[in-house]
Every structure is written in structure tokens, then in C-alpha cells.
């Protein structure tokens, strides 16, 4: 049952340039999604959040975007720097209920210097 | 910045046996979750609690799983009959407003 979708288990950019990380959901009751960061050994660290009434939310060189009608949402990080190399899970909650959230699979970003 | 801590960091069990993961969360915070991710798969939600009780639990969440909170800071999670199947990384969550992770338990069932 695979809610929330992220269909790259790999992504590969080169120091300065743009990351886009993508994510697809299929559950239309979902109303507020997040993104979280995971080095290995580490539990997942939250990066950037959105809610559904909005269709862009940027934190410094973090800019999520979602697209409701299509079920789309995208991480976009620039520059991109090495640091930034760990694995990126997008999860959706219904908001109101327990808030579990639901991930996905999550794409392994690396950064090349 | 206070955060979720999680104990043990692995721990190694044999098949059948009762194990209990800890997980001390962040102080302030009212709702508490465990999570676990089976290695190359997502992170599943397993079990959500808020004052006192279970919440919302998942179709994993069977009655081999239990959770509690023995006293004001301890959120453990029970399994207590453990199969193969229950190898993975555990992870507590609190949360106030957005949920803070532990590191998590790795768990080997042989």
C-alpha cells in the first residue's frame, strides 16, 4: 500500500547546483506534508514542512512546492552543497487524527564536491 | 536542543524471547510514537499514544506489541514473542508541533 511515493531511490548533483527531489502521493485526505533528512545511524531529522492550503513554503536554501491536483509535491535545495548528501523521506499526515505519518521509500541524495 | 533518546542503540536477541526497546522523549512533548523500518523498506508506522492510551495502531501492531509509559519520561515499546521477521531499526517520535526522532534501536532477532 504505497500512499506516498518517491520513485528515485538515487540522486547525484554536483556541489552548487540544483537538487529536486520528488514525491507523489495517492491519498487525498493527506493535508499537510513533510520532509525529513536521515544520515545513516541517525533517525529521521525534519527539514521543511507544507500544508495544503499553500503551494510553496521556502526555508533558506529549502523550497517545497506541492501540486494538489496532480498529487506532486517537490523538495528543491540550492545550492546544493555536500553536506547535504543523506537519504530524504517526503511523509504526509491527515491532519486532526493521531498524525501518524506515512513515508516513503525516501531517495539517497549525494553531493558531489 | 533537547531530543528523543533511544536505548539500546542495537540489540541482539533470540527468536521467542520478550525484548523491550526505551525511548525517553522530548520532556514537554504529549504524543508518542514508535516506528520501524526493515532494512531497504520505508519507515511503518506502528503505534501512536496520547495521554495514556493508544491512540491509533497499524495492522503490525499485534498483539505481540505492547507500549507503555511506566513512569512521567520512559516510552517503551514490547515485543513478547519475537519472530525473524521483527529485524529492524525502531524508532521513537514525540512530538508538541512536528515529530522529533530518536536515533533508534537496531534490533537483530536470530
Known amino acids: 500500500d504505497q500512499q506516498v511515493k518517491q520513485n528515485s531511490p538515487s540522486l547525484s548533483v554536483q556541489e552548487g547546483r540544483i537538487s529536486i527531489l520528488n514525491c507523489d502521493y495517492t491519498n487525498s485526505m493527506f493535508d499537510y506534508f513533510l520532509w525529513y533528512k536521515k544520515y545513516p545511524a541517525e533517525g529521521p531529522t525534519f527539514l521543511i514542512s507544507i500544508s495544503s492550503i499553500k503551494d510553496k513554503n521556502e526555508d533558506g536554501r529549502f523550497t517545497v512546492f506541492l501540486n494538489k491536483s496532480a498529487k506532486h509535491l517537490s523538495l528543491h535545495i540550492v545550492p546544493s552543497q555536500p553536506g547535504d548528501s543523506a537519504v530524504y523521506f517526503c511523509a504526509a499526515i491527515i491532519q486532526g487524527g493521531s498524525e501518524k505519518l506515512v513515508f516513503g521509500k525516501g531517495t539517497k541524495l549525494t553531493v558531489n564536491p | 536542543e533537547p531530543e528523543v533518546t533511544q536505548t539500546p542503540s542495537h540489540q541482539v536477541t533470540q527468536m521467542g524471547q520478550e525484548v523491550i526497546l526505551r525511548c525517553v522523549p522530548i520532556s514537554n512533548h504529549l504524543y508518542f510514537y514508535w516506528y520501524r523500518q526493515i532494512l531497504g523498506q520505508k519507515v511503518e508506522f506502528l503505534v501512536s499514544?496520547?495521554?495514556?492510551?493508544?491512540?491509533?495502531k497499524s495492522e503490525i501492531f499485534d498483539d505481540q506489541f505492547s507500549v507503555e509509559r511506566p513512569d512521567g519520561s520512559n516510552f517503551t515499546l514490547k515485543i513478547r514473542s519475537t519472530k525473524l521477521e521483527d529485524s529492524a531499526m525502531y524508532f521513537c517520535a514525540s512530538s508538541e508541533v512536528g515529530q522529533h526522532f530518536g536515533d533508534g534501536t537496531r534490533l537483530s532477532i536470530l
Open positions: 499514544f496520547y495521554n495514556n492510551e493508544i491512540s491509533e
